[in-house]
């Protein structure tokens, strides 16, 4: 029974490395789908810095098609306690739990990490190592075999333990992230001593690389990142890697909603991914995966960030009159009370503090400030390349409705970055005071640290003005798709617009008009006096070009809606009846071949070609009125007859007149 053990020990140590690293892909580092949101669960580098700090928990089942007893099971703790030690140091620990058959796997890992370029630049990049300790028990008693009163194989238990170590790197430029964790490097093989036995039995541990890289691109509500993780196992005689790609979507502020797929190479099969977030600080996520030869797996889990800030929602309304900077407040003069040495210790003190909190305040917000800024300017930059009207107003207007928004916050960062430079100045004058009595500040880390405080401040205030400015100009650098001073180019504008209109009024053209004016005219033969679909589709058709006009520069103060009759006698009855729609008689101004007249049609009156044209024309400018921004009164209605060159009972035309500015 002993030797049975002792060969069961041997076979199963033996088999490990092929088992857990060739189809599981390296099983004695379990790896959870939440890495590629989620860096921090493996990567030193990720810890604290833009992602603050936090807890999560995590579950994955992995391979359903095994039996119970033998599908690998991953349980995973990490916490980061960042944010109680400053923006450029990142602490952590995590606490994973990997169970296989009879082999359980724990580690317990410290991270560090050092923000080298932190996260109010452009471009961030962080370092950082981990080190912690491996344990790793083979539990044989759960072992099946023929004899099931072999006590001494049931109660078979081994347990090792080795330090475990790796380190990471993390760099973002703009919407680019990379991630780079070398976990298990600074390790060494587990040996077990089986007893009675001369020699050991080694369980080689292998390196890992995970390395992970996605872009975001952000929009109004939303974002998209497409992302790939490579993964690999180190070993001497078996080189096991895959590619992971995928890509998920954001909606809503804060990223409250999550949905993402992917493919995994390998037989890896089809990954799908969600989560959700009830309040901007948790999250709750989890993942589902297939596998071709072993089934499917999940895993779920839970983060709740400790320090999370939500971008102000695009449509909270602000002043669009940008405001000026704001004067730094005076210095205030040190008081000169007794103990001065004392005194002036503690102010210093209080000083750093203030500092120190304007500090992290405008690093805060000139990020905001940045990423709006450059949303924006991406926004510009995609009009800038565009001919299409359309698209460029639309691209200008998603990027001018941040500007409020980044002079708002701005307008705080110049507030916060001026409190830190008046406070450096009243800490240079207490110190001058203190040396003026020939004593000297005791705490001169203070006096530094109040120092570049207020440099960085400035330096960020200084930074988002100067993009901010840069946006301006980029703005103004536009150049407008229509020439307002060239009627022929407005003319072939309308002409393309409309003919992608569908549904139009029967033979609807533009024509040329008087000089400064739009016109269209279309055939109208109803013998009904309220503006049919097709009407006020066209009506609605010409308001918005109007709009678009309006934005070129142009302005717009009049319109005049004509009716040529095709028959000389416009005392011609039609079989229309006046409804009393438009009170009781109905009056209203026109001209008739030039000639002032007063339509004065009392109800249920049997209606001519003459006032059934006034009524056609009086409904239309109702409708058009409210479409193109004129008020009716600056409207006027005119009839001509006859027209014998016309193919119809009655031709409408509508101009509206403008101005440039």
């Known amino acids: 029974m002993l030797a049975m053990k002792k060969n069961l020990l041997r076979i199963v140590v033996a088999a490990a490395p092929a088992i857990f690293a060739a189809p599981l892909f390296g099983q004695q580092m379990p790896y959870f789908s939440a890495y590629t949101f989620q860096p921090k669960f493996y990567n030193p580098a990720a810890q604290g810095g833009a992602s ?23 349980y995973l703790l990490q916490a980061d306690i960042s944010p109680l030690l400053g923006d450029r140091i990142g602490l952590g620990i995590m606490a994973m739990q990997d169970e296989v058959h009879i082999t359980k796997r724990t580690n317990v890992t410290a991270f560090f990490g050092y923000h080298l370029f932190p996260a109010d630049g452009d471009f961030n990049l962080s370092l950082g190592v981990m080190a912690g300790l491996l344990n790793q028990r083979l539990d044989l008693a759960t072992a099946t075999v023929n004899n099931p009163f072999d006590l001494t194989l049931m109660q078979a238990a081994e347990s090792r333990s080795q330090f475990d170590g790796g380190f990471g790197l993390q760099a973002r430029f703009a919407g680019l992230q990379l991630d780079v964790t070398l976990p298990q490097l600074f390790t060494s093989n587990l040996e077990y001593a089986p007893a009675g036995e001369v020699g050991t039995v080694r369980f080689d541990v292998f390196p890992h690389l995970f390395t992970s890289l996605r872009y975001r691109f952000q929009g109004e509500g939303f974002a998209v990142e497409p992302g790939i993780v490579y993964r690999e196992v180190f070993t001497k005689a078996l080189k096991a890697g895959n590619f992971d790609f995928g890509l998920r979507a954001y909606f809503l502020d804060d990223d409250r909603i999550m949905v993402g797929a992917g493919y995994r190479t390998d037989e890896g099969g089809l990954q799908f991914s969600a989560g959700v977030r009830p309040v901007p600080q948790l999250l709750l996520f989890g993942a589902y995966e297939t596998h071709d030869a072993l089934g499917s797996s999940f895993e779920a889990g839970v983060q709740y960030a400790f320090s999370r800030s939500s971008a102000t929602p695009a449509d909270d309304t602000r002043t669009t009159d940008t405001p000026k900077p704001p004067k730094p407040p005076k210095a205030p003069k040190p008081q000169k009370l007794p103990k001065f040495d004392q005194t002036a210790e503690a102010m210093l003190a209080q000083y750093k503090t203030t500092a120190e909190n304007a500090r992290q305040k405008v690093a805060k917000d000139a990020v905001a400030a940045r990423e709006k800024i450059e949303i924006a300017r991406y926004a510009l ?19 001018e409705k941040y500007f409020p928004e980044i002079e708002a916050i701005g307008a705080g ?13 009243s800490a240079d004058s207490l110190v001058q005071q203190v040396a003026a009595r020939k004593q000297k500040v005791h705490n001169e880390n203070d006096l530094v640290l109040i120092r570049t405080a207020s440099s960085e401040a400035a330096r960020n205030d200084t930074d988002v003005r100067a993009k901010f400015a840069e946006l301006k100009i980029l703005r103004s650098s536009l150049p407008a798709l229509l020439d307002i001073n060239d009627p022929g180019t407005i003319q072939n504008y309308l002409v393309a617009e409309l003919s992608a209109l569908p549904n139009k009024p029967e033979d609807v053209k533009v024509v040329a008009g008087a000089p400064n004016s739009i016109a269209v005219q279309y055939a109208d033969a109803e013998e009904a006096y309220k503006s049919s679909a097709k009407i006020k589709l066209l009506a609605d058709w010409l308001g918005a070009r109007v709009q678009e006009l309006k934005s070129e520069g142009l302005v717009f103060e009049s319109a005049r809606l004509s009716a040529e009759i095709l028959y000389n006698n416009v005392e011609t009855r039609t079989d229309a009846k006046y409804a009393s729609d438009y009170g009781q008689p109905f009056k209203t101004a026109y001209k008739l071949n030039g000639k002032d007249k007063t339509a004065n049609i009392k109800k249920d009156a049997a209606l001519t070609l003459e006032t059934l044209a006034v ?37 409408t035309r509508i101009a509206v007149n403008y101005r440039k500015p």
Do not use: C, M, W
């Not at 960062?413 to 100045?425: D, F, L, N, P, R």
């Open 615 to 651: 009524l056609k024309l009086h409904d239309l400018k109702r409708y058009l009125s409210t479409k193109i921004g004129v008020p009716e009164d600056k409207i006027t209605l005119e009839l001509t007859a006859p027209n014998p060159k016309n193919d119809y009972q009655q031709v």
């Open 381 to 399: 930059n995609e009009a800038k390349s565009t001919n299409n009207h359309k698209t460029r107003q639309t691209k200008i207007a998603n990027a």
């Open 52 to 74: 603050g700090g936090g807890v999560a928990v995590a579950y994955r089942s992995q391979f359903a098609d095994l039996p119970t007893g033998s599908r690998p099971v991953s």
């Open 413 to 425: 960062v110049s507030i916060e970055a001026g409190k830190a430079v008046a406070t450096q100045k």
